[in-house]
C-alpha cells in the first residue's frame, strides 16, 4: 500500500513539473525567436505583411519541445499559415518551417537525400531524440550558421539531378485556401464571402491527397518526393552530335534581362569562347567554343541546370551548315539523295504561268510601233472662276513635255490582241467606241 501511494506520488509530481506553468520546469531548451524561417512561397509575394507571435505557443511536430509560433497571411484570397516545426529541427534538415521543403532547392527532403547520396537518420524514440536533438544544438551553436550541420553539411555542394528538378520560381499557388466541405455538399451559403475555395476535391485515391509532415521530415513514404524522383528518371538527355566540326551551343529563353556578359561569364569556365552572338527578337544566344572538348563540357555541366537571374535557359547544340542547307532542300521538295518529293494532296499547287503565243508579239499594251512612251496626265486644279469639265468630256488639260511627241487623246487605243481578261475593253459592259476606237 505504500508503494502504491509513492509511485502516485511521483506520477502527480512529474505531471506538475512538466506542465507548462510550473516554475521547476527547465525551460532552457525552449525556443524563443524573433522571426520564422520561411522559403520565399510560404512567405509570399506580398513584401509587406504582418504577423503575430504567440511565445511557446505550440510545441513541435518534430521534437515535442515548446516554441514560439508565428502566424501571419501570405497574401490576398490566400489561406493563413503558421510555423509547424521549431527552428532546432530546421536547422538540422536546413528546411522552411512551414512546408518543410529543402531551402535551397525547393525540393522534399527525400529528393534532395537522394540526389546527394545521403541517409541522415534522425532518432525517433523520445530518449534518443532529445539527445540527438542536444548534441545539434550544440553543433549548430558552434558553426557560423552559413551551411548546413551534421551529415547535410558534409555532402558534396549540388547535385545534376538537383538542379533539373529544383524550383526557379515561388509557387504561390501553394497558399491558396482548402476547399469548402460545404459547397461539396451544396450546402454553403456564404457565397463569394467564403474564404475557402468552391472547387471539385481531387480525387481521394490520388496518392498525392495522403501526405504526412512526419514523413515527409524524415524522408520516408513522401507521394510528392516519389512524383519527382519518377520525373526525373525520364527527363531527356542532350545527344551529343556526331559531326566533330559543331563547337556551338544554342541557348534559348534568355529574356530582356540577360546580357552578353552574364553569358560568358558562365561559359568561359569550360573553355575558351570564341564568338557570343545574342538575337534579340528570338530571345537567345549561339555561344561557339573554340573546341570541340570545351562545348562538350559546357553542353553536359549546363543541360536544364543553367539557371541566371531566376531563369531556366535552354542549352541545346547547334546544328552545322550542312544540316541548314538540307533543310533548306526539304523545304524545296528535294531529298538529301535528289529525289523529287511528291506534294501533300489538298495543299495548293503553284499558280499557272500566264498563256504565252509564239506568233503574237509581246505588246501587252496594245501600243503602236512609232508611238512614244506614254506619259501620265497630271491634271492640276482650273484657275479661279473657270468651271471643271466632267470626266470624259473635253481635252486633257496638259500634254507630254516632249515636243516631238504627238498629242493623243486620253482614250485607250484600240484593242489588238488580249492576253489577260483583266485589259478586255468589253468587260463589265465597256464599248470600242467610248474608249476611243476608229
Known sequence: MLFCCIAC???NFLK???SLGANIYNRQNWE???FPILCQTCLGENPYIRMTKEKYGKECKICARPFTVFRWCPGTRMRFKKTEVCQTCSKMKNVCQTC?????YGLPIQVRDTGLSIKDDVPKSDVNKEYYTQNMEREIGNSDGTRPVGLLGKAPSSSDMLLKLARTTPYYKRNRPHICSF??????KRGEECPYRHEKPTDP???LADQNIKDRYYGINDPVADKLLKRASTMPRLDTPEDKSITTLYVGGLGDSITDSELRNH??????IRTTTIVQRQQCAFIQFATRQAAELAAEKSFNKLIIKGRRLNVKWGRSQGARGKEGRE???VTEMGMKLEPVPGLPGALPPPPVDEDAPTNYFNLGPNSAPPVMNISLPPPPGVAMPPPGFGPPMFHSMDPMAIPHSIGMRPPGHVHYPSQDPQRMGAHASRHGGS
Open 183 to 188: 459547397w461539396v455538399k451544396g450546402e454553403c
Open 205 to 207: 485515391d490520388d496518392p
Open 9 to 11: 506520488w511521483e506520477a
Open 267 to 272: 561559359f568561359y569556365q569550360f573553355g575558351e
Open 331 to 333: 523545304r524545296e521538295g
Open 16 to 18: 506538475m513539473a512538466t
Open 32 to 34: 524563443d525567436a524573433d
Open 100 to 104: 518543410l521543403l529543402d531551402l535551397e
